[in-house]
């Protein structure tokens, strides 16, 4: 199995780069055709106002979990998920949260405000996310110590937390995604 | 058949199942899930390393993740160029400091709007680089993979941006 390690080289190989920059360009036209670019869209979800963005995301996930777990049983692809702890996941989810709210874009869409002309995110929130990211750099030798470790559960999916068949979780929560997205429609949300 | 392409929005159905199909083809052929985050975190270390020289990759967190210029930064740099596509297609490309709802709440002032996008990012950076993921690591990537560390990150960023949203325009608007 592949494992992405870049090895020494300071640039990967030229395959990879060029993959990376093709599905960039979709995802990044997908994401200005959903208007996820933009700032009234992103604040408009978390102020509950515009639920475009609950309606991407949940049809992003619906569609990829069904698609990525069948090509995993058919042994195509193998699930990278994250490792986590309640210290890393639910602290560094609320510091992200407040970011969010303040930005009015995230990380990723920021790349597409910024290619969509928005000044905020070109200059000073691109500004602000590489400032943050050099602090929590510089922070990392303590906090990797102390409060990252805190409520570690390692690489967990939930199928292998609650010790079933991958389907018996894919199945429900896919139901649980559509029927929330046709309730969201019907509340003319 | 064109003329989907210069539409300003697509139903966000439509957007998502693209982003799902995408997430397959990323898995397939790239062998990694979608993501964004970390890229922010090696181009900031990458611009220390213009000042500071080849002594920045010692640091411990990038020793953990490596300051390369690989899939994910060309990931992101691709959003830029795509979205600006999209912008160019439908006519949507604009120059705006000021965004529409930001401006009918806290006014015209692009100093104050800067500020605030500032903060915002160095926040919201940092707690990406805490969480381990953003929006689309987390958020789709990780929860489609059913990982327990991105549902609970992904329900984390919403419970503290809907606060902090509700906090902000309830208080200053």
Redo the contacts between chains.
Sequence with gaps: ??T?D?GN????DAP?????????????????????????VI??Q???TDF?VL???????????I??HL?KSFG???????????G?????????????????Y????????????????A????????????????A??R??QGI?KKGD?G?????Q?FKVN?WV??IP?AVLIFFL?FWLERAGL | MIEFLT?A??S??A????????????????????A??T???R???L??MLFRGARVDQ????Q?V??????????????????????LL?G???????????QSSFGDN?LL??????????????????????????????????????????????????????L??GLFA
């Design positions: 199995m592949q992405n870049p080289k300071r640039v990967l990879t780069l060029i993959w990376g920059l093709i599905f960039g360009i979709l995802f990044g036209f997908l994401l200005q055709k959903g208007g996820a670019t933009k700032y009234d604040i408009g978390l102020l509950l475009t309606k991407i995301m949940l049809s992003a996930i619906l569609t990829g979990m698609g990525i090509m195509w692809v193998q699930l990278h998920p994250k490792a986590g702890s309640a890393i996941n639910i602290i560094g989810g609320l510091i992200f949260g407040v970011g969010f709210a303040l930005l009015g995230c990380p990723g869409t920021i790349a597409g405000a910024i290619g969509n002309g928005y000044l905020d995110a200059v000073a929130g691109l500004a602000g996310i590489l400032i943050g990211s050099a602090l929590f750099a510089a990392y030798p906090l990797s990252l559960f690489k967990l999916t939930l199928p937390l991958d979780v894919v929560v997205l | 539409q929005r697509w966000p159905y957007v998502g199942i693209g982003i799902g199909i995408l997430s397959w083809l990323t898995f397939l052929i790239s062998k990694r899930p979608l964004c985050s890229t922010f975190a181009l900031s270390g611009i220390e640091k411990p967190y990038y953990k490596r300051l390369v210029i690989g899939w994910q930064m060309m990931l992101v740099l691709g959003i830029v160029i795509g979205s600006l596509l999209s912008a439908s949507d490309l604009q120059w705006q400091w000021v965004p529409p709802a930001w692009p709007r800067g500020g605030v996008a500032l903060l915002g990012g160095v926040i919201i950076a940092f707690g990406a680089r805490w969480a381990d993921g953003c929006t689309s690591g987390h958020g789709i990537s990780g929860t489609l993979q059913l990982a327990v560390s991105s549902w609970i990150s992904a329900i984390c960023f919403f419970i503290g941006g809907i606060l902090t949203a509700f902000i325009f």
